[in-house]
């Protein structure tokens, strides 16, 4: 699973230096006061799209910091040391061991598993990388739309 995360980390660090790349140049070649609505839209999709990204793979770092720590084994490595959150002791001695854990990635995060079938997040992503990959996602998603929308309109205007 450490591997496979590190794959993503690349791939989603890729994705975010093109689009990043993308959206500077589109802003570049046409000014921000002589360009047309949509390629102002698209270059600003764009960079908001290699924010989240980047942010995705800061969290993925994040979790797979946690997934190597937790895989790590030998001697202290039952429950996993991931999991050891604030009051683990006392609920262990309640009955209630940690029994699993995994990788969510939407939202992104690190869930230990409970005896007592709960399950919670151990918090090593930084709580604001998930909203923020939202939101910047949502904010690239509607410069898209936003700069499809505007093109046809102006592909009407002209009467093509």
Request: with cysteine.
């Amino acid at each position: 699973m450490f591997l496979l995360i590190l794959l993503f980390v690349v791939v989603a660090v890729i994705v975010a230096v093109g689009l990043c790349g993308y959206g500077g140049r589109t802003l570049a070649d046409h000014g921000l006061r002589r360009a047309h609505a949509a390629a102002v839209l698209r270059g600003l999709a764009a960079l908001a799209g290699g924010g989240a990204c980047a942010l995705y793979a800061w969290g993925l770092l994040a979790v797979c910091g946690a997934v190597m720590t937790a895989e790590d084994g030998g001697t202290d490595s039952s429950p996993a040391r991931s999991c050891r959150t604030a009051g683990w002791q006392e609920r262990s001695r309640e009955g209630v061991e940690i029994v699993d854990h995994w990788v969510t990635y939407v939202p992104l995060g690190f869930v230990c598993e409970t005896s007592d079938g709960g399950s919670y997040d151990n918090g090593d992503v930084p709580g604001y990388v998930n909203p923020a990959v939202f939101g910047l996602a949502l904010l690239g998603a509607g410069g898209v739309i936003g700069s499809v929308l505007v093109s046809e309109r102006r592909w009407v205007r002209a009467g093509g």
